[in-house]
């Protein structure tokens, strides 16, 4: 199964300018973590992610659409990089995880793992036609069904 | 079930998966030890055991691969020293550990230094060619793969005994032959890969093969070889070919979603909605092919990558670079050669040159014998004459190939093409 794996912003990740020697350490250690996690053949694609001062937020509302503009005023729900693993399963993806590194060096952070749909799990309320039929293809990009 | 018990079941499933992230290093650094497959697994198993009475209480360690490895050692020490028969080796190992004051420390940085090296070294083994394809196959995905027996038997549509009897003798074969679970070094690293590439890709082609309402054991299988490829692409970073394969893997499965009908019937490569493909694998894919092409890879797995990537880069069927693809042709033939790769190159010449070219290269090929009764050869001259306004001569053609295939979907369409001929003026 594939899951995407969400590292949350932390406040330090969330500033601009040079990064810490602790940033540096933390960014050596994150790299030899995702060595560890590529010699295994979990790791698919993974990037980080510019803080939230360079993103933009659009509002749907009815036909409405409305741009905010960064930085944000929540800087926990922010997400600061992802990476997509190929795992056995949820057990596996956790094993991995708490293997991370800390990015925030003795402050709290946190990370979040969300599974991808897959085949199986929309049989249920999809028929095999309609998975088969050819749509706008986007959701077809990244694996899913 | 009382919470107690929830919370331990929990404790059981995070120790297990540490477990299976760590077995194979742990099979691959105990078989170098002990010489001895079926040894090095129930000696990982033993300290699974220990992990899972002592983890919940002492929490899980910080390199968990090496806690495991330490046990596993103490409990191979033991052993032999019960074992008189193995006094030899014995006095071996107990030399070796006396030696290091603090073992743990030593098994810790012998970790860090080799457990690579010995994660191939048991690759290479269970892939050893005194040993069948199949064996080879079944072998890897139990020690390497870490799958059950039931699990390889589901996959490759055999009965468990059969499996368990093929690994029994593989592992006898690997035991009789005094194989030392090393990587294999120059010339001999060279000779001795192919038959690690085949295996896995024989793996893949097994899971390729499963059509929807298989077991999802089956397809899991692509998944499995997948994983493979990207191990050893981790751990020989400097050869093309395994570079090759792995793209060749990545390319052919992104195609996976897109490659069958609601029906199930196969969707030819050039019909498929590229829309369905997987993008981020074809990404990997062509990453991995680039990679094996700077290292200078003109092999068999890098020229069949390449032809998979003309396809996985044209957005549509019409963009596709045929006489890119006709030259790789030519030079996969010199590789590899064989009827199938010379029919395909004449396809090939056909897209790229006009059906002319076809026409002049199948005529080359028409008496090979491996290609008699074989229907996609009529059914490429049928296409070829078509497309060359030869109406008549294209119409016997695809009414002889329709009645070599077997397959029914595979007549119709083909008898169809044949109707087709005479509807034309």
Same mark, same amino acid.
């Given at each position: 199964?594939?899951?995407?794996?969400? !590292?949350?912003?932390?406040?330090?990740?969330?500033?601009?300018? =040079?990064?810490?020697?602790?940033?540096?350490?933390?960014?050596? @250690?994150?790299?030899?973590?995702?060595?560890?996690?590529?010699?295994?053949?979990?790791?698919?694609?993974? @990037?980080?992610?510019?803080?939230?001062?360079?993103?933009?937020?659009?509002?749907?509302?009815?036909?409405?659409?409305?741009?905010?503009?960064? =930085?944000?005023?929540?800087?926990?729900?922010?997400?600061?990089?992802?990476?997509?693993?190929?795992?056995?399963?949820?057990?596996?993806?956790?094993?991995?995880?708490?293997? !991370?590194?800390? =990015?925030?060096?003795?402050?709290?952070?946190?990370?979040?793992?969300? =599974?991808?749909?897959?085949?199986?799990?929309?049989?249920?309320?999809?028929?095999?036609?309609?998975? @088969? !039929?050819?749509?706008?293809?986007?959701?077809?990009?990244?694996?899913?069904? | 079930?009382?919470?107690?018990?929830?919370?331990?079941?929990?404790?059981?499933?995070?120790?297990?998966?540490?477990?299976?992230? %760590?077995?194979?290093?742990?099979?691959?650094? *105990?078989? +170098?030890? &002990? /010489?001895? #497959?079926?040894?090095?697994?129930?000696?990982?198993?033993?300290?699974? #055991? &220990?992990?899972?009475? %002592?983890?919940?209480?002492?929490?899980?360690?910080?390199?968990?691969?090496?806690? *495991?490895?330490?046990?596993?050692?103490?409990?191979?020490?033991?052993?032999?020293?019960?074992?008189?028969?193995?006094? +030899?080796?014995?006095?071996?190992?107990?030399?070796?550990?006396?030696?290091?004051?603090?073992?743990?420390?030593?098994?810790?940085?012998?970790?860090?230094?080799?457990?690579?090296? %010995?994660?191939?070294?048991?690759?290479?083994?269970?892939?050893?060619?005194?040993?069948?394809?199949?064996?080879?196959?079944?072998?890897?995905?139990?020690? &390497?793969?870490?799958?059950?027996?039931?699990?390889?038997?589901?996959?490759?549509?055999?009965?468990?005994?059969?499996?368990?009897?093929?690994?029994?003798?593989?592992?006898?074969?690997?035991?009789?032959?005094?194989?030392?679970?090393?990587?294999?070094?120059?010339?001999?690293?060279?000779? $001795?890969?192919?038959?690690?590439?085949?295996?896995?890709?024989?793996?893949?082609?097994?899971?390729?093969?499963?059509?929807?309402?298989?077991?999802?054991?089956?397809?899991?299988?692509?998944?499995?070889?997948? /994983?493979?490829?990207?191990?050893?692409?981790?751990?020989?970073?400097?050869?093309? %070919? #395994?570079?090759?394969?792995?793209?060749?893997?990545?390319?052919?499965?992104?195609?996976?979603?897109?490659?069958?009908?609601?029906?199930?019937?196969?969707?030819?490569?050039?019909?498929?909605?590229?829309?369905?493909?997987?993008?981020?694998?074809?990404?990997?894919?062509?990453?991995?092919?680039?990679?094996?092409? #700077?290292?200078?890879?003109?092999?068999?797995?890098?020229?069949?990558?390449?032809?998979?990537?003309?396809?996985?880069?044209?957005?549509?069927?019409?963009?596709?670079?045929?006489?890119?693809?006709?030259?790789?042709?030519?030079?996969?033939?010199?590789?590899?050669?064989?009827? &199938?790769?010379?029919?395909? /190159?004449?396809?090939?010449?056909?897209?790229?040159?006009?059906?002319?070219?076809?026409? /002049?290269?199948?005529?080359?090929?028409?008496?090979?014998?491996?290609?008699?009764?074989?229907?996609?050869?009529?059914?490429?001259?049928?296409?070829?004459?078509?497309?060359?306004?030869?109406?008549?001569?294209? $119409?016997?053609?695809?009414?002889?190939?329709?009645?070599?295939?077997?397959?029914?979907?595979?007549?119709?369409?083909?008898?169809? $093409?044949?109707?087709?001929?005479?509807?034309?003026?």
């Amino acid at each position: 199964m594939r899951v995407m794996v969400f !590292a949350k912003a932390t406040e330090a990740s969330a500033t601009d300018g =040079p990064p810490s020697p602790e940033a540096l350490e933390a960014f050596a @250690a994150m790299d030899r973590f995702i060595e560890e996690l590529v010699k295994a053949g979990v790791f698919v694609a993974g @990037a980080g992610l510019k803080n939230g001062a360079e993103a933009k937020r659009i509002v749907l509302d009815g036909t409405r659409r409305t741009v905010i503009d960064g =930085p944000f005023a929540e800087t926990r729900e922010l997400i600061a990089g992802f990476s997509i693993w190929e795992v056995k399963d949820m057990d596996e993806a956790l094993a991995w995880a708490k293997r !991370a590194p800390n =990015p925030a060096a003795g402050q709290k952070s946190e990370m979040e793992i969300r =599974p991808f749909y897959e085949a199986a799990d929309l049989a249920e309320f999809v028929t095999p036609e309609e998975l @088969a !039929a050819p749509r706008d293809g986007e959701r077809g990009k990244l694996g899913v069904a | 079930m009382p919470a107690g018990d929830s919370n331990q079941a929990a404790t059981h499933h995070a120790i297990e998966a540490t477990f299976r992230i %760590e077995r194979a290093r742990l099979i691959a650094g *105990l078989a +170098r030890m &002990v /010489r001895n #497959v079926d040894r090095a697994e129930e000696l990982a198993q033993d300290a699974l #055991v &220990v992990a899972l009475s %002592e983890w919940p209480r002492i929490g899980v360690p910080d390199n968990p691969g090496a806690w *495991l490895m330490a046990i596993a050692k103490r409990r191979a020490i033991d052993g032999f020293r019960r074992d008189k028969m193995r006094e +030899r080796k014995h006095q071996e190992i107990a030399r070796s550990q006396d030696e290091n004051a603090d073992g743990a420390a030593a098994i810790e940085a012998a970790l860090d230094d080799d457990l690579g090296d %010995e994660l191939l070294g048991l690759i290479f083994t269970a892939c050893h060619p005194i040993l069948s394809p199949d064996a080879r196959a079944a072998l890897t995905l139990k020690v &390497v793969g870490g799958l059950t027996t039931d699990e390889i038997a589901r996959a490759f549509l055999s009965s468990e005994t059969a499996i368990a009897q093929r690994i029994v003798r593989a592992k006898k074969a690997i035991a009789k032959a005094r194989l030392k679970f090393e990587v294999p070094r120059g010339a001999e690293r060279v000779a $001795r890969l192919p038959s690690v590439l085949e295996v896995i890709y024989l793996i893949f082609n097994e899971g390729y093969a499963a059509t929807a309402g298989d077991d999802l054991v089956r397809p899991g299988l692509c998944l499995e070889a997948q /994983r493979l490829g990207r191990i050893l692409a981790g751990l020989m970073p400097e050869d093309a %070919e #395994v570079f090759g394969l792995l793209a060749l893997m990545e390319i052919q499965a992104s195609r996976h979603n897109a490659r069958t009908g609601p029906d199930g019937a196969v969707i030819p490569l050039t019909e498929q909605d590229r829309a369905r493909w997987d993008h981020l694998l074809i990404r990997r894919g062509l990453d991995a092919l680039a990679r094996a092409e #700077v290292l200078g890879g003109d092999g068999f797995y890098v020229l069949q990558a390449a032809l998979a990537a003309c396809h996985a880069r044209a957005r549509r069927a019409a963009d596709t670079d045929w006489s890119r693809i006709a030259a790789l042709y030519d030079r996969l033939r010199a590789v590899a050669p064989s009827p &199938v790769v010379d029919l395909n /190159r004449a396809i090939a010449h056909s897209m790229a040159f006009g059906p002319d070219a076809g026409l /002049r290269l199948l005529d080359e090929i028409a008496d090979a014998d491996t290609l008699r009764d074989y229907a996609p050869l009529p059914a490429a001259r049928g296409d070829f004459l078509f497309r060359a306004g030869r109406l008549a001569e294209a $119409r016997s053609a695809f009414a002889a190939a329709a009645s070599l295939t077997r397959n029914a979907r595979e007549r119709a369409f083909l008898l169809a $093409r044949a109707a087709a001929c005479e509807g034309k003026p």
